[in-house]
C-alpha cells in the first residue's frame, strides 16, 4: 500500500482524524496542542490522531495529499478542513461544533 492510499485509508476509516505532532495525550508542539484543545471544546470525544513525526513518509505525504503546507491538518467525515487557524475561526463562528456534532 503506498502512503497515499494509508492516508486516504485512514481519513475514510475515522469520522474525525487529526494528523499533528505527537498525540491527543502529548502534543508536541504548540499549534497541535491548540487543535486537539479545540477539537475537545468543541464536543469530540472519540478522534483519531496520527502522529507524524512517527512517519516521515505521512509527515510530507499529508501535505501533498492534502495541498496544505502545515501541519496539524483536521478532518472530519473524510473531508479536509485545515489547519489550527482555520479551526479557530470556524470554532470562533460556531461551525466546527456544529460539523463534530453531525
Known sequence: MSTHEKIKHQIQSNDIILYMKGNAQFPQCGFSARAVELLKSSGAENFATINVLEDPDIRQ??????????????????????????????????????????
Open 61 to 102: 505525504a499529508i501535505k501533498d495529499f492534502s495541498n496544505w503546507p502545515t501541519i496539524p491538518q483536521l478532518y472530519i467525515k473524510g473531508e479536509f478542513i485545515g489547519g489550527s487557524d482555520i479551526m479557530a475561526e470556524m470554532y470562533e463562528s460556531g461551525e466546527l461544533q456544529g460539523l463534530i456534532k453531525k
